[in-house]
Nanobody, 119 residues
Framework: QLQASGGGLVQAGGSLRLSCAAS????????MGWYRQAPGKQRERVAT???????NYADSVNGRFTISRHNTNNTMYLQMNSLKPEDTAVYYC???????????????WGQGTLVTVSS
């Protein structure tokens, strides 16, 4: 189960920090990532981070957003700086993990948190 939080309304140029906490039975976590979906558009990848800490960003957010993870409490963050109106979207967290040692890894999605950037 994933719980995302931290969305809200911010002016262009401002910052927000999103959080995503995984709870329940977790044996091991593989990749973690943030995705977003703007009105009338398809969901797109924003940033991902592997179990080893390797990060990858969409070109549109590279240099402005930073993804990080806290392994001990199964939490992931997205620090968003220099926000633009085109960053307005519902942001979803996704974590790939194994619930028990005998399970295959699967993707689990959070409920989404709305980020609105005003011009």
């Amino acid at each position: 189960q994933l719980q995302a939080s931290g969305g809200g309304l911010v002016q262009a140029g401002g910052s927000l920090r999103l959080s995503c906490a995984a709870s329940g039975s977790i044996f091991s976590i593989n990749a973690m990532g943030w995705y977003r979906q703007a009105p009338g558009k398809q969901r797109e990848r924003v940033a991902t981070i592997t179990s080893g800490g390797t990060t990858n960003y969409a070109d549109s957010v590279n240099g402005r957003f930073t993804i990080s993870r806290h392994n001990t409490n199964n939490t992931m963050y997205l620090q968003m700086n220099s926000l633009k109106p085109e960053d307005t979207a519902v942001y979803y967290c996704m974590i790939t993990y194994r619930r028990r040692w005998y399970d295959n890894a699967a993707d689990y999605w959070g409920q989404g948190t709305l980020v609105t950037v005003s011009s």
